[in-house]
């Protein structure tokens, strides 16, 4: 091809599924280069598709290594392999890597393992997925014990919070994850929980919307999700915590008035009142974020995206633009954003922002800097 005839070459790359390599410590990118010569109009004349793979190895993971940061990091230099609104599933790549056991190169289990991962690809999440490392977990959560587990379920709201924080550190394993979600009586039972005690709870609640997060992260697990209606709990649980956070503070405001003055036990109150609420709101935005990560997983099929918003969740992704959490407001303005491309979408989020959305700017900005 002469020099005068490149400005016919097109060239696109398409990103593809993130794995962990089977052997060494590294992501393994998949992604497809695609190559087409264009005609004068602009037309396609000739092209070739190419399946390519880039190895990222992490030599400087270990056990004490940030996983966030360093899948900040890997993004950064995979610009144009790895969209940014994948990072929570470079994350748990990573994490998986961080605690995996090194086993030798051929050896069975090594190949049981690589299978498995191969079978759970196309995985598409925009969550931040660090709520489960603030969870306390005083054992260690084994899949052998999966059944004693679940009789968890069946307990007190203590017990089931415990059932449901072990399942969940469970579901974080890409590996384990094949064997949860073909056990029928666990979801079954996890949706039932979900379905009579969330209000109960936002710990147990956040338990288990999360190991329904991680499922969501994979399309072939995301009709399993919508037969148990995770996504309908989900945006009754935000509308909930979004009407109950406005109770809480206009209670805060009314204790603050009365501190006017020198009214010494009214300031005492209302700094116990103070610290209360901020220890609700941090339990109150895990639940939103993991909340809205599921309907972001589930909305990539258009009909369902269809149907949450015919359920107002454009109303309920405005009104969360009023909070503090710089991971939840990234989060709204992603899934705001990709709400926008329809007109309709766009007028109704033009009718609920009340200058929301400057302050939503600014607090991002703030964190920035």
């Not at 490149?6 to 280069?33: C, Q, S």
């Not at 999966?146 to 007190?156: A, R």
């Not at 006017?260 to 609420?277: P, T, V, W």
């Not at 993991?290 to 009104?319: H, P, R, Y």
């Amino acid at each position: 091809m002469q020099a005068d005839d490149a400005r016919y070459l097109k060239r696109k790359i398409k990103p593809g599924a993130i794995d962990v390599h089977p052997t060494e410590r590294a992501l393994i990118v998949n992604y497809e280069l695609e190559a087409e010569i264009l005609g004068e109009m602009g037309d396609p004349i000739l092209g070739d598709k190419k399946e390519c793979q880039k190895i990222i190895r992490l030599k400087s993971l270990n056990s004490t290594t940030n996983v966030s940061a360093l899948a900040r990091e890997v993004i950064e230099k995979c610009k144009g392999l790895i969209h940014p609104a994948k990072i929570g599933e470079v994350e748990q790549l990573l994490y998986y890597l961080q605690n995996r056991r090194e086993t030798p190169p051929g050896s069975a289990q090594n190949k049981d393992n690589d299978l498995k991962r191969s079978e759970l690809t196309d995985s598409r999440t925009r969550e931040d997925s660090d709520y489960s490392e603030d969870s306390t977990l005083k054992e260690a959560a084994h899949i052998t014990d999966l059944d004693s587990y679940i009789e968890l379920l069946y307990e007190d709201i203590p017990e089931k919070i415990k059932g449901t924080t072990l399942i969940m550190h469970l579901a974080r394993n890409p590996d384990n994850l094949e064997e949860l979600v073909t056990n029928e009586m666990l979801l079954g039972a996890l949706a039932r929980v979900l379905r009579e005690d969330w209000k109960k709870s936002t710990e147990l609640a956040t338990n288990i919307m999360f190991t329904f997060l991680c499922l969501s992260r994979f399309s072939q697990f995301q009709a399993i999700i919508s037969h148990f209606k995770v996504g309908t709990l989900c945006m009754a649980a935000i509308e909930h915590e979004l009407k109950r956070h406005d109770l809480w503070r206009d209670e805060l405001l009314k204790k603050r008035k009365m501190t006017e003055g020198d009214n010494q036990l009214a300031k005492r109150e209302y700094e116990k009142s103070l610290i209360k609420y901020q220890s609700l709101v941090s339990k109150q935005e895990q639940l939103l974020r993991v909340s809205f990560n599921i309907l972001s997983n589930l909305g990539e099929d258009i009909k369902v995206e269809m149907k949450m918003v015919n359920k107002n969740v454009v109303g309920m992704l405005v009104k969360a633009l009023e909070r503090d959490g710089v991971e939840l407001l990234t989060l709204v303005v992603q899934m705001l954003r990709k709400l926008s491309v329809f007109v309709e979408n766009k007028c109704q989020m033009v009718r609920t922002c009340t200058g929301c959305v400057f302050f939503s700017a600014g607090r991002l900005a703030h964190s920035v800097h």
